[in-house]
């Protein structure tokens, strides 16, 4: 059964970094468009980051534009999102997504979701 585990979050200050994991099993993530989206409590799901694996281009919001990086590792099967600097409105649980489709933000985009993880950043 295809499945994604997200993993990595946690409680950090503002400006520290964190970097998420997010690994596939029983599919392999080279061939897989994937999203990092996150939701914050009264707020909708948003797409913050994608990768297409077609061309390796990535997709950034403007709200982590210059402080998240989006990679993977194809040996382990894991995509990664970095996240440096970050800011108290980035306090979000995290959730990556996976589908043969290009790169996208949208939810509706994509087939496979992982189960989140919650990252707070306060001082």
């Known amino acids: 059964q295809e499945q994604l585990v997200a993993s990595g979050g946690g409680t950090v200050q503002p400006g520290e970094s964190l970097r998420l994991s997010c690994v596939a099993s029983a599919f392999t993530l080279e061939h897989y468009a994937i999203g990092w989206f996150r939701q914050a409590p009264g707020k909708e799901r948003e797409g913050i980051s994608c990768?297409?694996?077609?061309?390796?281009?990535?997709y950034y919001a403007d709200s982590v534009q210059g402080r998240f990086t989006i990679s993977s590792d194809n040996a382990k099967n894991t995509v990664y999102l970095q996240m440096d600097s970050l800011k108290p409105e980035d306090t979000a649980i995290y959730y990556c997504?996976?589908?043969?489709?290009?790169?996208?933000?949208?939810?509706?985009?994509?087939?496979?979701w992982g189960q989140g993880t919650q990252v707070t950043v306060s001082s």
């Open positions: 997504a996976a589908d043969q489709g290009r790169c996208s933000v949208l939810v509706r985009a994509y087939r496979y």
């Open positions: 990768i297409s694996r077609s061309d390796a281009s990535a």
